[in-house]
């Protein structure tokens, strides 16, 4: 399974060869988010082999699951994708909707998207963040956790929390907006648009960020679908897959009537990309440049979304409506949703006995399969690189381990 | 998943393999025999008109009544269920398969229910196998480096099932 | 002084030695550890304001002031861990040898033309050659840690300063090449008068090899983007992973005396050292250049030139700090080897042969009336060293280069 040194081309080679040395990076380590361990093999400042060991944050999620009712257990579904908690939530009530066959009012499938996508923003704000702390610049991730702070306090009004929400709950939402709230949810996107160029300014196209990261990591199409790779991970090396537009019929009937463009390179183009930035001319499609980018692109992507959200939000007319009971019956069958999060495709499986609590609760996370990737990507890399390919899938801990 | 025609391809190509389905259900399913999964899968990744060239999630679900009472109301016999939830990127179609195992391999309690490893069709079933090994005991014969994944390497038990009790102490801290 | 002690007061020669030896090196320490804690409280507010924040606002009462002693006595109270594998006296040694380096380096550091520790004619030589002790310290500490990480940080070290030590060579010949001495006090001196004097004006090619400089003394000094023996985001932190409390603040102390050392010495060899861009004094009339009469003010005002050349590069420092990512190891060596030395040596080539064809510069003549005033002052002070040792070869050397150059 593991190619020796001799076999891979990608390894640089050098006359001397001195002894192998073991080093554990983590699970206390500045740049592994988290309580990640990964094991390097490393010959010099060659990492020869990679693997990850996770589970030091596992909860027992799903086991819990089995003791709760659906509504009961979105608050465990915010401590998976702490950073992009509204999303999780959705996740887990279209797929429980999915099972009942429950279609949620006109007005709390707007609202839905607006909060979605604003979470969006947020998370790959800190994604972003994270990413130049992790290729040893901090500015960035003050800058960006500027802006990610005033997205809290949106939804602080809105929920009273700031990270996990449990704001989205089967069959609608646990409350409507306070008043004035979409003014200020205008006035923070009017504010924060112009603020992207300086992300790109200090970043993307940054001389010594490209250098660090274009053609590092490259992961190819073919690789990235037979890992199962997702989200952003996936997108940046070119497949165009997303669930937004891809997905489930009561996925995509969320996004019904919204006009967005899927953040992918085609013919060598990202869209829209005359406003932004050009591709540097040393960056490979698929290596960590491009993941960066994509996550930057979908960051106005969602805003467009949440703009658009906001005006069909304020024409609905009629009620929110209510959520489902605590402890509504579901019936006796199983269901597989997958949603496109920031992270990637997080799919919850459900499987019910015709009682409230279901029987077996299954999430399958998009962090876990994108770090399954990573001892590919780092093969023959430097050390300072392992961070900035890890980075650059952006993966949360409490998804993977659960 | 849309479209019906490649199951009756799939059951002219590989003899036996489809011993059940539901395509009326949620999401419709279907079943394929224990020691047909690897080929089935490998069929429906490479052979398949609808290439499944992705493996979303493989989940075992143990369909086990520990408490007597109920245990005597519930219509299904005791065993383990492993799902497979593939995608197909050019269709954009997704497909469960159910593979149907004893709990215990030979009824014999402690002896781990054997199924094959499709990690040489996709190689993100790697660290999925791995999960559902540790936390549901199904031993995949051919995976490359079957450990524990989530749970420490010297826990004992497979949390998921339904029988399972936490260990009352774990190197000396309390568990219950 | 010295002979002020033993003339006049009547001390004895070896006590009179130690005396001003000792008097010296208390200041020195105390323009290290008084410049460490300002330069830590201005690191702490610069990036602060950089990065959209207020930084420390109240130890001290206002601008959190008194911020870094508060540190400082943390660090003392801090319980002083040792690795259980750790080389005992290694371990406790590193600290002190990269903290001497950076210390002593400061003794042939004239702050004005002739406020210096220690007068050395080989001045350049002597700062250079100790700064780079600094890695020994670095070593050390790596080696001793027994952690892997450390280890990995002290190879790092090794491997850049070693190389950067070249091009930083070359850019600090070529200043010694323009004034004709490696005396740092000559070397300010020749710069003396309107600012078109400095070194970096003095032609195209020491205005490249200023910033050339720059370079290499910000990776000769382990600061951001070159920053690879302790980064943060790859090696936990680096070679002073297992350093706590006073042991690791006097790593500390050496890096921010180093970074004001780097920067004085770019004062000194390009700016101008203690002279102002315009020569107040000159044009005050205390021309006569004699250093008795020049008065304490002079004196006052060079070393406050000095320190506000030296605190801007400092500045420079963190502002490139907390804007740009860090290099990779490759990516450094490759700064250095591809494009630092070839710079450099280009430059020198360059330098050379402008002063071959061109020894008078551009500089029109009255703007450089006013330079080398002191010049006399110099020369008597040259001619009183050389009648004490004139077998000193080195010496004779310089003052032929200087003569020549004239």
Redesign the interface.
Not at chain 1, 225 to 229: E, F, Q, W
Not at chain 2, 148 to 152: A, F, S, V
Not at chain 3, 50 to 53: A, W
């Given at each position: 399974?593991v190619q020796t040194l001799d076999e891979d081309q990608r390894i640089i080679e050098f006359d001397v060869r001195t002894d192998e040395?073991l080093?554990n990076m983590g699970p206390q380590?500045?740049?592994t988010h988290g309580v990640l361990r990964l094991v390097l093999r490393t010959d010099?400042?060659i990492v020869s082999e990679l693997e990850p060991h996770?589970?030091y944050l596992?909860r027992?999620a799903?086991?819990i699951g089995e003791n709760l009712t659906a509504r009961q257990w979105i608050p465990y579904t915010d401590r998976m994708d702490y950073l992009a908690a509204m999303n999780m939530n959705l996740g887990w009530s279209l797929a429980v909707e999915?099972?009942l066959?429950y279609q949620v009012s006109e007005k709390a499938r707007h609202l839905r998207v607006l909060i979605v996508e604003l979470n969006r923003i947020a998370s790959h704000l800190v994604g972003m963040g994270a990413y130049?702390?992790?290729?040893?610049?901090?500015?960035p991730f003050?800058?960006a956790f500027?802006e990610r702070e005033k997205i809290l306090d949106l939804y602080e009004e809105v929920c009273g929390a700031r990270l996990t929400y449990s704001y989205i709950t089967v069959g609608g939402m646990t409350a409507d907006l306070p008043p004035g709230w979409l003014q200020r949810c205008e006035a923070f996107l009017d504010q924060f648009e112009p603020i992207i160029q300086e992300y790109h300014t200090?970043?993307t196209t940054?001389a010594?960020?490209v250098?660090?990261t274009a053609t590092i990591g490259v992961l190819s199409p073919e690789?990235a679908?037979?890992?199962?790779?997702t989200g952003p991970v996936l997108r940046g090396s070119g497949?165009d897959?997303d669930l937004r537009r891809?997905g489930?019929s009561i996925y995509t009937a969320m996004y019904d009537g919204y006009a967005f463009e899927v953040a992918v390179m085609k013919n060598g183009h990202y869209p829209r990309d005359h406003k932004y930035p050009a591709v540097p001319k040393d960056a490979v499609l698929g290596d960590c440049w491009h993941r960066f980018f994509v996550r930057m692109l979908e960051v106005v992507q969602s805003m467009d979304l949440v703009r658009q959200s906001i005006d069909r939000y304020s024409q609905c007319k009629g009620a929110l409506g209510e959520p489902l009971k605590l402890a509504e019956k579901l019936p006796a069958?199983?269901?597989?949703l997958?949603t496109e999060c920031p992270k990637g495709?997080m799919?919850f499986?459900l499987?019910t006995d015709g009682t409230p609590i279901p029987?077996?609760v299954?999430a399958?996370s998009s962090s876990?399969?994108n770090l399954?990737v990573s001892p590919e990507l780092c093969r023959g890399c430097?050390?300072?690189?392992?961070?900035a390919v890890v980075g650059s899938l952006d993966v949360v801990m409490g998804e993977i381990?659960? | 998943m849309r479209g019906t025609d490649f199951i009756s391809e799939l059951e002219a190509s590989i003899e036996g393999s489809l011993v059940g389905r539901d395509l009326e259900?949620?999401?419709p399913w279907l079943e394929i025999a224990a020691d047909k999964i690897l080929e089935t899968c490998r069929w429906l990744k490479e052979s398949c008109e609808i290439r499944f060239?992705?493996?979303?999630?493989i989940?075992a679900?143990?369909w086990f009544e520990p408490d007597p009472k109920k245990a005597s109301k519930v219509k299904w016999e005791p065993h383990t269920e492993v799902?497979y939830?593939l995608w197909s990127?050019k269709a954009?179609a997704?497909l469960?398969l159910k593979v149907k195992l004893p709990r215990w391999q030979g009824n014999e309690p402690g002896k781990l229910p054997e199924l094959s490893s499709v990690v040489s069709v996709?190689?993100?079933a790697?660290?999925h196998e791995r999960e559902v090994f540790d936390?549901s005991g199904v031993q995949f014969n051919g995976h490359?480096?079957l450990r524990?994944?989530?749970?420490?390497e010297d826990w004992e038990g497979y949390?998921?099932r339904k029988d399972y009790e936490m260990p009352l102490e774990y190197h000396g801290m309390r568990g219950r | 002084m010295a002979e002020f002690l033993i003339e006049t007061i009547g001390l004895p020669t070896w006590f009179a030695w130690t005396a001003v030896a000792g008097l010296s090196a208390f200041l020195i320490l105390n323009v290290i550890a008084g410049g460490a804690l300002v330069f830590i409280w201005a690191e702490r507010k610069i990036?602060a304001r950089?990065?959209?924040?207020l930084g420390p606002t109240r130890t001290g009462g206002r601008f959190g002031w008194l911020q870094s002693l508060a540190d400082g006595i943390k660090l003392l109270a801090k319980e002083d861990l040792m690795p259980d594998g750790a080389d005992a006296l290694l371990f406790r040694l590193a600290p002190y040898v990269s903290f001497c380096a950076s210390f002593c380096a400061f003794i042939a550091l004239p702050f004005a033309f002739d406020t210096v520790g220690q007068r050395l004619n080989v001045g350049v030589f002597f700062v250079v050659a100790v700064l780079g002790l600094e890695v020994f310290g670095v070593i050390l500490a790596g080696y001793a840690s027994a952690s892997?990480?450390s280890l990995?940080g002290a190879?790092?070290e090794a491997a850049q300063v070693v190389s950067y030590e070249v091009p930083l060579g070359m850019c600090v010949v070529v200043p010694v090449m323009l004034a004709g001495s490696m005396d740092l006090v000559t070397i300010g001196e020749k710069q003396a008068g309107w600012a078109v004097n400095w070194f970096i004006f003095h032609d195209p090619f020491t205005f490249v090899i200023f910033w050339v400089y720059c370079t290499c003394a910000i990776a000769s000094v382990n600061r951001?983007?070159f920053?690879?023996a302790e980064?943060?985001?790859?090696?936990?932190a680096g070679f002073h992973t297992e350093y706590s409390g006073l042991r690791w603040s006097f790593f500390f102390m050496a890096e921010y005396g180093s970074m004001f050392l780097v920067s004085a010495l770019a004062a000194i060899l390009f700016l101008g050292g203690w002279n102002g861009p315009v020569p107040v004094s000159e044009l005050l009339g205390f021309s006569d250049g004699v250093a008795a009469t020049a008065p304490f003010a002079l004196r006052f005002i060079g070393c406050m030139n000095l320190f506000l050349k030296a605190t801007a590069g400092v500045l420079l420092m963190m502002w490139i700090r907390?804007?740009?990512?860090?290099?990779?190891?490759?990516?450094v060596m490759t700064t250095c080897l591809k494009y630092c030395t070839p710079i450099a040596a280009a430059m020198f080539l360059g330098v050379m042969l402008w002063q071959l064809f061109l020894p008078g510069g551009l500089v029109p003549g009255s703007f450089r009336a006013a330079a080398g005033v002191r010049e006399g002052w110099l020369e008597q002070s040259y001619r009183k060293e050389s009648a004490e040792d004139e077998s000193l070869s080195l010496k004779k050397l310089s003052r032929h280069i200087s003569e020549v150059s004239r």
């Open positions: 399974m040395m080093v380590h500045p740049s010099g400042e996770i589970g596992h027992c799903e086991k999915k099972l066959r130049g702390l992790d290729l040893g610049t901090f500015s003050l800058y500027r200090l970043l940054n010594i960020f250098k660090r690789m679908i037979d890992y199962g790779c497949v897959i891809d489930e069958g199983d269901t597989y997958e495709q799919g499986y499987v029987w077996r299954r399958r876990f399969s399954a430097l050390i300072a690189d392992v961070p381990d659960r | 259900a949620v999401d060239d992705g493996l979303q999630c989940t679900i143990d799902v939830h990127t954009r997704s469960v996709w190689r993100g790697d660290w936390l490359p480096d524990r994944i989530l749970c420490p949390p998921l | 990036a950089i990065q959209d924040r892997k990480w990995f190879m790092r951001a983007p920053d690879l980064a943060e985001s790859e090696l936990v907390w804007t740009l990512p860090r290099l990779r190891i490759d990516q």
